[in-house]
């Protein structure tokens, strides 16, 4: 009697493991057929990744072309660039100093630890130059303080240019206000 009764259990356990499989997949290819005709529904995925020196990121720049940006610790250059699609290799690189807009002061930062992240943004053009549509944020470890940085882009223009990121923002969470101008 007991070999019965554990051989119905399998079987129900069995039974609803399928019944849940199936709802599983029926439910995405559900929403996987809902997508239109002949296109594969998209992700957004960017990186990030640090060690005691660098911090890296990538960031979603305009269609399908992505940037590569790295933080050194050591000097506070923020820097980065993007791959031109036809020639696989860099066409725009930027470098940018972030040390003075997270409140160190020249010869002042010692071991600096920084975070480095993307984001999405669609910041507004009027800044007298095109921006792309992704944001970097920059944050000392010590304090909190955070700079955002736009990424000049201009999908048109043609050869290998050098640009400076453009400060658009900084918080400050500990003891400086709520932002800094």
């Known amino acids: 009697m007991f070999v019965v009764f554990v051989r119905a259990c399998a079987w129900l356990v069995g039974g609803a493991f399928i019944l849940a499989t199936g709802f599983v997949v029926g439910t995405k290819t559900a929403s996987i057929a809902s997508t239109p005709a002949g296109q594969v529904p998209k992700v957004f995925a960017v990186t ?13 720049i305009d269609g399908n072309v992505e940037g ?3 933080l050194d610790f050591e000097t506070g250059d923020l820097s980065g660039g993007v791959l031109n699609a036809a020639t696989s290799k860099f066409a725009v690189a930027y470098k940018y100093n972030v040390l003075k807009d997270l409140g160190f002061k020249a010869g002042q930062a010692k071991n600096p630890k920084f975070l480095l992240i993307s984001g999405l943004g669609e910041m507004s053009r009027g800044r007298g130059m095109p921006l792309a549509g992704s944001v970097l944020y ?17 999908g048109q223009a043609g050869g290998p240019a050098m640009s400076e990121f453009v400060l658009l923002d900084v918080a400050r969470p500990r003891g400086g206000g709520g932002k800094a101008k």
Not at 48 to 60: G, M, Q, V, W
Not at 144 to 151: M, N
Request: hydrophobic share 40%; glycine share 6%; charged share 10%.
């Open 48 to 60: 990030s990744l640090a060690d005691e020196s660098f911090a890296i990121c990538t960031a979603p």
């Open 68 to 70: 590569f940006f790295m």
């Open 138 to 154: 920059v944050t000392d470890s010590s304090t909190g303080t955070t700079a955002a940085y736009g990424i000049p882009w201009n």
